[in-house]
């Protein structure tokens, strides 16, 4: 079939996400075709019809849940400015209803966050060819008219938008903090989620003897890879760069896990909970600023691949004369604070 784009000329690219770090990671994809140029980003609705109105871009890659004016409406304003501009959808949001509301409106197609970086540019291809894309699982609930050019084996999306959590939890020192994790996984388990444990060496074992003491077969969910347990260590060398988290690595690598792990799990799903101890050890070692970064990434691994995160802290490891500030640093991070005294 013949492109509906003319294949000599470079295709200019507008970028439309509210989350800095992810934008970055949809560049990265696109540098992988020298003929995909981003000529701007845009963070919100109402810069979103300004640069499309600048720039002229050839495709318009939108996110939905953006501040101001949010991406149906935005993407309304640019087709009244011009038609010919090629709209393409990249969205947590997993609704039959807002799929096709997008879809009505004259986009070209839509990819799910969470399948970015296997789908776009796949999806980029067919929208240039002046085919239509939608993520696979999508398409099912659309008019038969709608085309799903579809890469094999993908991960199934919720047909039903779920609220997930991003929460920190505060113990005052080790013990209180191993007790409470093992009751986090433990409840988790015993629930039907499958669990990932990012923790250093010695809270691990501590979690897996715990575990056993009160009954659960870890054996069993270890197999069955609904526990999931990493050193922190050995993730944080993936996706550090200079000290500091790098968006591209930490998409990769968490995306990839939980893609894995809830295909593993046969059930489709991504994982119920997913309990973090990457920012905390950076948090002890004095690196509060790569802390913060990290936990914006995993609230927008929260709400890209609609899992559960639990962050723990000892306050005892936070820097005496910082703990005030670095505490309240934190808490506005996450969607939730709770606190752990122990016994």
């Excluded at 002229?56 to 993407?75: H, K, S, T």
């Excluded at 296997?118 to 060819?129: F, I």
């Excluded at 999306?157 to 113990?171: A, K, L, N």
């Excluded at 936070?318 to 670095?326: D, F, K, N, T, V």
Aim: charged letters at 25%.
């Amino acid at each position: 079939m013949a492109h509906d784009h003319d294949i000599s000329a470079p295709v200019r690219v507008l970028v439309v996400d509210d989350f800095a770090p992810f934008r970055q990671v949809i560049g990265s994809l696109l540098q992988k075709r020298p003929e995909l140029q981003v000529i701007g980003e845009a963070a919100d609705g109402l810069e979103a019809v300004q640069k499309a109105e600048e720039l002229q871009p050839d495709l318009i890659l939108l996110d939905i849940g953006l501040p101001r004016q949010d991406g149906i409406e935005a993407a309304r304003r640019i087709r009244k400015l011009a038609a010919r501009y090629k709209i393409l959808f990249v969205s947590q949001e997993s609704s039959a209803d807002v799929v096709q509301e997008a879809l009505s409106l004259g986009a070209s197609g839509y990819v799910l966050k969470a399948r970015a970086a296997s789908e776009l540019l796949a999806a980029v291809d067919a929208v240039l060819q002046g085919k239509q894309f939608v993520s696979a699982g999508l398409a099912r609930d659309l008019p038969d008219n709608v085309a799903d050019d579809r890469v094999p084996d993908r991960l199934p999306p919720q047909s039903i938008r779920i609220s997930r959590q991003h929460e920190v939890q505060f113990y005052s020192d080790d013990a209180s903090f191993k007790e409470g994790f093992t009751s986090v996984v433990e409840a988790a388990l015993k629930a039907g989620s499958t669990v990932i444990v990012v923790a250093t060496e010695l809270l691990r074992k501590g979690l897996l003897q715990g575990l056993q003491v009160h009954g659960v077969d870890v054996a069993a969910a270890i197999e069955q890879r609904r526990y999931i347990h990493l050193d922190v260590a050995e993730t944080l060398s993936t996706c550090m760069v200079i000290n500091l988290p790098d968006p591209v690595r930490f998409f990769k690598v968490g995306g990839d896990l939980i893609t894995a792990t809830a295909r593993a799990a046969n059930d489709g799903h991504p994982p119920g909970a997913a309990d973090s101890g990457l920012s905390p050890v950076l948090c002890a070692q004095n690196k509060t600023d790569a802390a913060i970064q990290l936990e914006r990434l995993w609230d927008e691994i929260a709400k890209t691949y609609e899992v559960d995160i639990l962050c723990g802290y000892v306050l005892t490891g936070l820097q005496r004369e910082q703990q005030g500030h670095i505490y309240e640093r934190i808490c506005a991070e996450h969607s939730a604070v709770r606190s752990h005294n122990g016994p």
